[in-house]
């Protein structure tokens, strides 16, 4: 694959799809089956990140993310008056024998507290949320991150991962950026799939799985992205293969393949390593490679759209 720069982004309407799986596989494929691309990763589901434990990263980069303010009250100028503690509606602001501070977890950032103080006691402050990394992996470099729990700004850090992939691909001439996207359907999901040339919905056959793949479909479909689908264990629960396919051809949407159930893919997630490594000839790699052969195909043909 040649003229550009293309992003794939991988997504699921649900966690617990193989969506991760899939990524790994894919990556495994891109740069060592017989069309070999340049391929650049990012993990992001910054909200739980594990794309790193079937690829074996070694950090090269660990920077710190901010996002978010809370408010920190001087305690050489407080007057111990107590207008913060009544204004906070997240009862963030407590008193201990006459001195006043905030919960930096129950604190939401709005602010309040700060205008009501009558002497400016109260400041804001940028907090450290989360970190991000630059990884290399033995399928290319992998940019990755971890939010700390209970944190906002999820999107704003997948942005920064994919921006960082993105301009790592440009400038080093990768072909491809292979984004793992975080489930469902909020703002982070959203952020992953901006700016993507084609999109894979792993889907599962499960009365979940079916509705929540139709919710993620209707997502991409909204902000104009082309979408693939994939069906993981696919013979588990015939029915629910048979809705998604039904699905798939009402909607124009091209159905890439049917991964079998597998253990093989749970021995290699326990060994670290995608299942087209672990066991290369499986029912599951056969299908992931079928996979990709057609993913591929259709990275190819919109170079010409």
């Given at each position: ?32 089956d017989k069309h070999q691309v340049s391929v ?42 107590g207008e913060c503690a009544a204004v906070c ?82 400038d080093e001439g990768h072909e491809l950026v ?128």
């Amino acid at each position: 694959m040649n003229n550009g720069m293309k992003q794939l982004v991988i997504l699921s309407g649900k966690g617990g799809t193989g969506k991760t799986c899939v990524t790994a596989a894919l990556a495994h494929l891109a740069v060592e089956d017989k069309h070999q691309v340049s391929v650049v990763l990012a993990d992001a589901d910054v909200d739980a990140a594990n794309l790193e434990l079937l690829i074996n990263p070694s950090v090269l980069q660990r920077e710190d993310f901010r996002g978010g303010q809370i408010a920190v009250i001087n305690q050489e100028t407080c007057e111990g008056c107590g207008e913060c503690a009544a204004v906070c509606r997240f009862d963030a602001v407590h008193e201990k024998n006459g001195v006043y501070q905030v919960d930096p977890i129950a604190c939401d950032g709005c602010a309040a507290c700060v205008y009501q103080c009558p002497i400016q006691a109260i400041t804001m402050h940028e907090q450290v949320v989360g970190q991000w990394f630059r990884s290399e992996s033995r399928y290319g470099p992998l940019f990755h991150a971890a939010l700390r729990p209970a944190q906002d700004n999820s999107g704003k850090l997948v942005t920064l991962v994919k921006q960082h992939a993105r301009l790592l691909a440009m400038d080093e001439g990768h072909e491809l950026v292979l984004v793992d996207g975080p489930p469902g359907i909020g703002c982070p999901v959203i952020s992953a799939t901006s700016g993507a040339d084609l999109a894979l919905i792993v889907a599962e056959p499960t009365r979940s799985g079916v509705h929540d793949m139709r919710r993620i479909f209707l997502t991409t479909e909204h902000f104009g992205v082309q979408a693939l689908v994939c069906v993981n264990k696919a013979d588990l629960y015939p029915a629910g293969t048979a809705e998604i396919e039904t699905f798939c051809e009402e909607h124009g949407i091209e159905l890439v393949g049917r991964i079998p159930f597998d253990a093989g893919v749970t021995e290699a997630m326990v060994h670290g390593q995608p299942v087209t490594v672990y066991r290369p000839e499986s029912p599951a790699s056969e299908a992931l490679r079928a996979i990709w052969a057609k993913v591929l195909d259709e990275l190819q043909d919109s170079q010409y759209e």
